[in-house]
């Protein structure tokens, strides 16, 4: 997960992420961040989330237990 | 004689459409990742007797080799042909990418084709029964696309591979590739679901979005002996998209 974190970091370009931090407000948002963290999500928790479900997700701490919650 | 064809994606919306065409004139080898969907496939198919279903999934490449070899083996097919349809696209940031997502969909769009030409192409296996090839590729093969980085570099190593491929095995195997523009299936659903974008492509696209059958007639084509005088060429199927400066 703190692997994860930093990976976030990385894709939004910023110092720190916090949990409740919200995504969509981060200045790099946009539509190939989305696929961005999809993909990550898929290579470091070896699961696809649909962009359906993303869009239920609003905080970063929403996003940590959604995967906490899918992961294999 | 009716001739074997091998299907890799058999059960991709492209992959289907192919199958039940080529179902009429050949048998086929039916390769995808679930039993169940394969076993539907080849139930619907003309002749459905006379088709096999190979279960796989590319993840396991390490494994492959052997795997389709012992296959071919217990079954005593020697295949004729081959379609490559099996593809996976992954869209993401340059800065994104990590080896993992790289390694995946290579194995799938690439990794897996060269493996199994290696098995097709041994004499002890095949003999020299493998006479026609053909990769589905994509326009992003050609042109840039933000995002596509991934997709684009197999598509394009696929190209590449048909080229040197079609060389290598004259006058004995013909190689060629079909360069899909949007062709409504599982992969482009989610593009073709967004209406701000889908007006796009209405507009880019001259003779509209294209069907799985636009791409399977092609295929269909490379593989008979209507074109027995084309080797090592690409076909972009794409209802226009490319050619059309105005909306590019
Ligand atoms: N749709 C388009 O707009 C478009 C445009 C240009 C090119 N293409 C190409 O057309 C081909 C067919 O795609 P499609 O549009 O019909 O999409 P699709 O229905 O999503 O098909 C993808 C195919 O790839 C196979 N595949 C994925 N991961 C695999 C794995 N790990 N192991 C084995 N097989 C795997 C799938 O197998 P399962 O069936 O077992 O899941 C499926 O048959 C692809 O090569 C694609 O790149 C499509």
Known sequence: MEQFKERLIDIFEVEEINDTDVIKQFEAWDSLTLLSIIATIDSEFGFQISASDFDKIETIADLLQFIENNKK | MRETVLITGATSDIGKEIALKLSHTSNLILLGRYQEQLEQLKAHCANSSSHFVFQFDFNDIQTYRNTFADFLLANEIQVNKLVHCAGMMKVMHMKSVDLKNTHQIFNINV??????????????????????????????????????????????ALDALMRSLAVELAPNVRVNSVLPGAVETKMSKHLLSDPILLEKLNQQYLLGIGKPVDIANMVNFLLSDESSWITGQEFVVDGGRTINIKNS
């Open chain 2, 111 to 156: 990794f897996s084709i060269i493996e199994t030409l290696a098995i097709l192409l041994n004499k002890r296996l095949n003999g020299n029964a493998l006479n026609n090839v053909v990769f589905i590729s994509a326009i992003l093969s050609k042109f840039g696309s933000t995002g596509h980085h991934l997709y684009s570099s197999t598509k394009g």
